[in-house]
């Protein structure tokens, strides 16, 4: 394929250098078949050495520069972006910075700097000390590390690796565009530490983050930068700190753009994503960046009012209209039409993938065993960077040279509409029949007091959220029973026999709720997927969770129903093992779409409204096989809040009232847990207590139990777990650790609506730490009790 985004349609001031009439605003940085998964892996397991974790970086960098050209992205006008990351984008940004908090400042070497171990501490944690907290990028499942900042943090230039990456990429021939998260959102996604006075906010800190950025972008058009990509999604997002962040972004891009082009800075791309850009374009748009990028896949066109189109004159307007947060073909006729009224309201007009790429698999190459129809109605990353580039083609040779492609589009879009499977009359009837009883439970005393008598626990009763472990051998099993060398009974035999260890594991351990430990399972999503009618899975659909974690996205494309049961084989044979209670594991309808690819034509609610009524059937059938509690677990449930607060209600409606489809048919001695985790939870309070459930498990030991004061003054009153112990770190916590936690969490809850539990699941730590932590976990748990009891507590 030629290249073909090589300027834009109008030119920008006579000083500026064009910005590329195509482009997109990142790429999947995992590698098409995990390679930097792998490399990490192989680098913190002591397999390699930091010199081979480097190259293997760089060869992946320049694979994806020569793919992207190929793609149709010029190399050499900044098309190609260049926002690698070795873990999270938002710690490159504050090792940038070198903002690291008073309580991680061992990571730093004898001259000051971050070598690559105190990297992954900060990412990952050490034998001493806890990592940063982990939280939800936006409304995403992607996983971003929270910056801690004070009065007294040390913010200067402390890293130029973004700068050594492009000199790498300009030796092999390619000009790529730098892209760092803009300094306003690293403020906003940033939280006070813990020894920052009352009061303190990071956006006090902007001055000095700006003098940073400055002098980065300095040393970034001293290597020969031409444009610079400055991500500031945090600008779309109502929130309290709205106005303030407006104001910090006027101040912040009125600094940086004051600089000379060329002899002191880049030109400078400010990209808004994940909604629509509302009041930050306006205020961009009086600044002097030379463009500005918005999501018109989430939003719409601005509105052009006389002063903003006198600021946008020497700027251009990236439109994104290429979803780069979902994998269905771009609509290219809609897409054309909006670029040409853009064209005919705005000095210049480029066209862009609406978000990073980093959000979808590599490439449909890799997925042969995909349905061709099903195929065709897709649209992987590579395959939008070649829609881009016939976006790009049309806008400035005019779209009648692309009507062909257009009109395939266009066919493409109508077979969707017309597939079997798509609508089903059987699911739609059972929807509309829905009355409000089904959304409602008996009175939560009268369901308590039922279910302490079934359940007889002791105070804060030990448990874990679900999966435990996944060896190899378990993997091995469920790949050789694809590939027909186990047969369904032979696989079957293989987990009743790893399940039969974790439920001894446990007893061993003394937890009081058993878990069947979920080996079947590759993901808590995509086996639900497996069994659900409406969803496809990949074989290949990999994409970066946090860190070195990939998960494979179903694509939920049709209506959804449920041919059988799914788990009550599993959780029956559990139970069988044990005479303690045994909670049954399912996945909630939000969590089922936060991590799928979800079909498009129909409004969120109504999707999720199926994927309920398919659980509230598992639900059933798990009761009538004696299982006493049913976790639903709803990680996502704080995820998918949308960005802007007019939307919010709907959401929150919607979403509360599929856990409530799902949960709600059981008899009130049948405990319903749910569990949430890696979100900041303020926002969703009042949710959280409307899904009704019996018992909540929720994330709190990176942030240290912060949610549990938003759950007292909300008035929260049925069971809590806070977790006490970090899955998502190799480190082991200690049990004096976790006895400080639970006993902090009772300053907030009683112990006997108190539980102790892990943050999440344990499939991705191995066996050794998992049983070192679990015994400290109930160690703490017992020595609290036996504290407790000592006093008549």
């Known amino acids: 394929m030629t290249n073909t985004t090589t300027s834009t349609t109008t030119a920008t001031d006579p000083g500026t250098k064009q910005f590329p009439s195509g482009t997109i605003l990142g790429y999947p940085r995992i590698g098409p078949r995990r390679e930097l998964k792998k490399a990490l892996e192989s680098y913190w397991s002591g397999?390699?050495?930091?010199?081979?974790?480097?190259?293997?970086?760089?060869?992946?960098?320049?694979?994806?520069?020569?793919?992207?050209?190929?793609?149709?992205?010029?190399?050499?006008?900044?098309?190609?972006?260049?926002?690698?990351?070795?873990?999270?984008?938002?710690?490159?940004?504050?090792?940038?910075?070198?903002?690291v908090p008073e309580r991680l400042s061992g990571v730093r070497g004898p001259d000051g700097g971050i070598d690559l171990d105190g990297y992954f501490s900060l990412a990952r944690g050490n034998a001493d000390t806890a990592p940063l907290e982990m939280t939800k990028w936006f409304d995403t499942n992607y996983h971003y590390l929270v910056p801690e900042l004070s009065p007294d943090t040390d913010i200067r230039l402390g890293s130029t690796a973004i700068v050594d990456q492009f000199r790498e990429a300009t030796a092999d021939g390619v000009t790529t565009r730098p892209v760092i998260v803009g300094p306003v959102t690293f403020l906003l996604l940033s939280k006070a530490a813990d020894d920052a006075p009352s009061g303190f906010r990071p956006l006090d800190r902007l001055g000095d983050v700006v003098a940073a950025y400055r002098r980065l972008l300095a040393r970034l058009a001293e290597a020969g930068a031409e444009w610079v990509q400055l991500d500031e999604p945090g600008l779309v997002v109502d929130g309290p700190n709205s106005t303030a962040a407006l104001g910090a972004a006027r101040t912040a891009y009125a600094e940086l753009?004051?600089?000379?082009?060329?002899?002191?800075?880049?030109?400078?791309?400010?990209?808004?994503?994940?909604?629509?850009?509302?009041?930050?374009?306006?205020?961009l748009a009086r600044t002097p960046v030379e463009a500005i990028g918005i999501d018109l896949v989430r939003g719409d066109v601005p509105d052009l009012t006389s002063d903003v189109v006198s600021g946008l004159a020497g700027k251009t307007v990236v439109?994104?209209?290429?979803?780069?947060?979902?994998?269905?073909?771009?609509?290219?006729?809609?897409?054309?039409?909006?670029?040409?009224?853009?064209?005919?309201?705005?000095?210049?007009?480029?066209?862009?993938?609406?978000?990073?790429?980093?959000?979808?698999?590599?490439?449909?190459?890799?997925?042969?065993?995909?349905?061709?129809?099903?195929?065709s109605w897709l649209r992987f990353a590579?395959?939008?960077?070649?829609?881009?580039?016939?976006?790009?083609?049309?806008?400035?040779?005019?779209?009648?040279?692309?009507?062909?492609?257009?009109?395939?589009?266009?066919?493409?879009?109508?077979?969707?509409?017309?597939?079997?499977?798509?609508?089903?009359?059987?699911?739609?009837?059972?929807?509309?029949?829905?009355?409000?009883?089904?959304?409602?439970?008996?009175?939560?005393?009268?369901?308590?007091?039922?279910?302490d008598r079934r359940l007889g626990l002791s105070p804060l009763p030990t448990t874990t959220i679900g999966s435990f472990p996944q060896t190899a051998e378990v993997r091995a099993a469920r790949g050789k029973l694809r590939t027909g060398e186990l047969s369904a009974d032979e696989y079957r035999d293989a987990?009743?026999?790893?399940?039969?260890?974790?439920?001894?594991?446990?007893?061993?351990?003394?937890?009081?709720?058993?878990?069947?430990?979920?080996?079947?399972?590759?993901?808590?999503?995509?086996?639900?997927?497996e069994n659900l009618?409406?969803?496809?899975?990949?074989?290949?659909?990999?994409?970066?969770?946090?860190?070195?974690?990939?998960?494979?996205?179903?694509?939920?494309?049709?209506?959804?129903?449920?041919?059988?049961?799914?788990?009550?084989?599993?959780?029956?044979?559990?139970?069988?093992?044990?005479?303690?209670?045994?909670?049954?594991?399912?996945?909630?309808?939000?969590?089922?779409?936060?991590?799928?690819?979800?079909?498009?034509?129909?409004?969120?609610?109504?999707?999720?409204?199926?994927?309920?009524?398919?659980?509230?059937?598992?639900?059933?059938?798990?009761?009538?096989?004696?299982?006493?509690?049913?976790?639903?677990?709803e990680p996502a449930l704080r995820e998918l809040l949308p960005l802007k607060a007019a939307d919010r209600p709907a959401y929150l409606d919607w979403s509360v009232g599929?856990?409530?489809?799902?949960?709600?048919?059981?008899?009130?001695?049948?405990?319903?847990h749910t569990h949430l985790c890696y979100s900041e939870f303020g926002e969703v309070i009042g949710a959280i207590d409307d899904l009704n459930a019996d018992v909540t498990s929720i994330e709190a030991a990176r942030s240290r139990m912060e949610v549990l004061s938003d759950l007292r003054a909300e008035g929260f009153s049925r069971g809590i777990g806070p977790g006490v112990y970090d899955i998502h770190s190799p480190r082991v916590p200690t049990t004096e650790e976790i006895t400080g936690l639970i006993r902090a969490a009772l300053e907030s809850a009683p112990a006997d609506r108190l539980w102790v539990n892990p943050d999440c699941g344990l499939k991705t730590r191995g066996y050794a730490e998992t049983r070192a932590a679990?015994?400290?976990l109930v160690g703490a748990a017992h020595a609290v009790r036996r504290t407790r009891a000592a006093v008549g507590a």
């Open 319 to 375: 439109a994104g209209l290429v979803d780069g947060h979902n994998v269905w073909r771009t609509d290219l006729a809609r897409a054309a039409g909006v670029l040409e009224r853009l064209a005919g309201l705005v000095p210049s007009v480029s066209v862009s993938t609406s978000t990073s790429l980093f959000h979808v698999p590599h490439t449909l190459d890799d997925e042969p065993s995909l349905p061709a129809a099903l195929k």
């Open 774 to 776: 679990l015994e400290n």
């Open 47 to 99: 397999r390699t050495d930091a010199e081979q974790l480097r190259s293997a970086a760089a060869d992946l960098r320049r694979s994806t520069a020569d793919r992207l050209t190929r793609l149709g992205l010029d190399p050499v006008s900044g098309a190609i972006p260049g926002g690698f990351s070795l873990y999270d984008q938002v710690l490159d940004a504050a090792v940038t910075l070198g903002a």
């Open 533 to 633: 009618d409406g969803f496809a899975t990949t074989a290949n659909g990999w994409v970066q969770s946090y860190g070195s974690r990939c998960t494979r996205p179903s694509i939920l494309w049709g209506d959804v129903s449920r041919p059988a049961p799914m788990t009550v084989p599993w959780a029956s044979y559990a139970a069988s093992l044990t005479e303690k209670p045994l909670k049954g594991m399912l996945t909630g309808p939000v969590t089922i779409l936060a991590w799928s690819f979800v079909r498009d034509d129909q409004p969120l609610g109504d999707t999720a409204r199926q994927v309920a009524l398919a659980l509230r059937d598992e639900v059933a059938d798990l009761e009538s096989a004696g299982i006493p509690i049913i976790q639903v677990d």
């Open 658 to 672: 599929a856990f409530r489809l799902a949960t709600s048919g059981v008899a009130d001695a049948t405990s319903i």
């Open 382 to 451: 590579d395959e939008k960077v070649a829609e881009v580039a016939v976006l790009a083609r049309g806008l400035r040779d005019g779209f009648d040279t692309v009507r062909s492609e257009i009109e395939e589009a266009t066919e493409a879009g109508a077979s969707r509409e017309r597939a079997t499977g798509v609508r089903d009359g059987v699911v739609r009837g059972r929807l509309a029949g829905l009355a409000a009883g089904d959304f409602e439970r008996g009175d939560y005393a009268r369901r308590r007091l039922q279910q």
């Open 495 to 529: 987990m009743r026999a790893e399940i039969a260890r974790v439920v001894e594991l446990q007893h061993d351990l003394g937890l009081d709720v058993i878990v069947h430990g979920e080996p079947e399972r590759s993901d808590m999503v995509q086996y639900f997927a």
């Open 257 to 283: 753009g004051a600089a000379p082009i060329g002899a002191e800075r880049p030109a400078i791309f400010a990209s808004l994503q994940y909604a629509d850009a509302g009041d930050a374009f306006a205020v």
